[in-house]
């Protein structure tokens, strides 16, 4: 299974043939994607009425996947979080079934330590027994000891592109699945992604673990969609 989409399901008017009619701008974007991941949810809370909402617009195979509120991942660095993580999944439980995966994106600051990631991702299991992927953007989480850890906690480790440390570019912890987040090469969330590049990641998905989403966040300019469009030809 190979789910592809965007960061936000915004629509620019010169690609709006990609998709077909729909009662709003999710509903729109759904008739042409299966998935999306919702940033939004990192900068500001949502009402659980909201989530269902979205949850409505979509169809019954449509997932969703959420960031985590930066309250967790940068103010609070992953400790001490319980109470702040009931808050969110009673908020973000109104997607129900078509929540599929909670997304840890952690500051450049957070380095690795074992003790905090292991409290950290056993709590959030409690909350959540579903998929979770973390983009470690600092270069301790790359050794094999964050590695093996988020593999017996079943976190896939993001490949990021652009790399940081290099092997971040790769899929790392759980083989259960992979996720890749593409930011936009060489200007992070601006630029377009070639011929080439999209060749690139099309290869790494079917190298990679038999479940794969790929992520396209290049939204700045508006590449994101054509990104995403232009991967799934690549992969249908």
């Known amino acids: 299974m190979i789910r592809i989409g965007c960061a936000g399901w915004s629509i620019a008017s ?31 809370p949502h009402r659980a009425a909201t989530y269902a909402r979205w949850a409505d617009s979509v169809p019954p195979d449509f997932r969703f996947s959420i960031k985590l509120p930066r309250a967790i991942t940068h103010e609070a660095r992953l400790a001490g979080c319980g109470a702040l993580l009931d808050t969110f999944f009673e908020a973000a439980g109104g997607l129900g079934d078509r929540l599929a995966c909670v997304l840890v994106q952690l500051p450049p600051s957070l380095a690795f330590d074992a003790r905090t990631a292991a409290t950290f991702f056993a709590m959030l299991a409690r909350r959540w027994p579903g998929r979770v992927a973390c983009e470690a953007r600092h270069a301790s989480w790359l050794a094999a000891q964050a590695d093996a850890l988020l593999a017996r906690h079943g976190v896939a480790r993001v490949a990021a592109d652009p790399a940081r440390h290099g092997d971040d570019a790769r899929p790392g912890g759980s083989a259960r699945f992979a996720y890749w987040r593409w930011h936009g090469h060489p200007k992070i969330y601006y630029s377009d992604y070639d011929a080439d ?40």
């Open 14 to 44: 010169r690609d709006a043939s990609l998709f077909g009619a729909g009662d709003s701008m999710l509903a729109r974007y759904a008739t042409r994607f299966d998935t999306v991941e919702i940033n939004s949810s990192f900068y500001r």
């Open 197 to 236: 590049a999209l060749d690139a990641i099309a290869a790494a998905v079917r190298a990679g673990p038999a479940e794969a989403w790929v992520v396209f966040d290049n939204t700045a300019a508006g590449h994101a969609v054509r990104n995403a469009a232009a991967l799934q030809t690549r992969l249908a």
